[in-house]
């Protein structure tokens, strides 16, 4: 059975963001019917613990809400840990070579091996779901952070 995140209880995470490059993947997203973009992350300290989020991507003075992937794709025997995020309601993103900035906002599940792909394809949609409900409630502060550096 599934794990269900916890909705109303997902804790907001304090000023927990990375900036990198997205690299190309496996493609395994985009198959599944949840393209992302995976980070190559400037950091690797930076890195939250291994999770499912909910966040914000950007990209240039974009921001896009995010569903964001920590960890380890244990569901298809990976054990190298990966940053990939699945733009919300967005395919038409060119990401790909382009440097970005994460923003996780909340912490919604743990990682886990889901025996089969069909169940993986289940949770992902209610992460989103539930991502999406988070990030309608508040706007992300719309700050440049590579005019930071």
Do not use: C
């Amino acid at each position: 059975m599934p794990l269900q995140p916890p909705a109303a209880s997902a804790v907001p995470l304090t000023e927990v963001s990375l900036r990198g490059d997205v690299v190309r993947g496996d493609g395994r997203g985009r198959e599944l019917g949840f393209p992302t973009a995976n980070i190559r992350a400037v950091s690797p300290s930076e890195v939250p613990a291994d999770g499912v989020y909910a966040g914000w991507l950007q990209v240039s003075s974009d921001w896009f809400p995010a569903a964001i992937s920590v960890g380890a794709n244990v569901t298809f025997d990976q054990d190298d840990r990966r940053i990939e995020a699945h733009v919300l309601d967005r395919t038409d993103l060119t990401l790909t070579g382009r440097h970005v900035t994460v923003r996780f906002d909340r912490r919604l599940r743990d990682m886990r091996k889901f025996r089969r792909v069909a169940n993986l394809i289940e949770q992902m949609q209610r992460d989103i779901d539930i991502a999406r409900r988070l990030l309608a409630e508040h706007e992300p502060v719309r700050e440049n952070f590579d005019d930071q550096i």
